[in-house]
């Protein structure tokens, strides 16, 4: 599955963005998809999943209520929707497909097989 994230951008603090994952030749419904996101000089980290089963969804703790994440099928596309973002939130952020046979919503790394090329936010304070 390739992937294409976008949307990423300069923004200051409290200001709202919307990346946008898309993916060529394959239905994304069919995916578990998640967000990452990795700030300079640290690990990468999940951000949100989307399950391909039910649609449910999980925030880590650090977004939750201020991110949100959904899908758009007829478009194969999912999007994080940023609301109230803090500059601790900068850093690149990338969009990851599980394979099908994946179950439910998670954000462990390994678990991933395909990955966008990321798209770089920032907050500024």
């Known amino acids: 599955v390739q992937l294409q994230a976008s949307g990423g951008g300069l923004v200051q603090a409290g200001g709202s963005l919307r990346l946008s994952c898309s993916a060529s030749g394959v239905t994304l419904d069919y995916y578990t998809v998640a967000w990452f996101r990795q700030a300079p000089g640290k690990e990468r980290e999940g951000v949100s999943c989307i399950s391909r089963y039910d649609g449910s969804s999980w925030s880590a703790d650090y977004v939750k209520g201020r991110f949100t994440m959904s899908r758009d099928n007829a478009k194969s596309t999912v999007y994080l929707q940023m609301n109230n973002l803090k500059p601790e939130d900068t850093g690149v952020y990338y969009c990851?497909?599980?394979?099908?046979?994946?179950?439910?919503?998670?954000?462990?790394?390994?678990?991933?097989?395909?990955w966008g090329q990321g798209t770089l936010v920032t907050v500024s304070s």
């Open positions: 990851a497909a599980a394979p099908p046979s994946a179950y439910g919503c998670f954000v462990e790394r390994s678990g991933f097989s395909s």
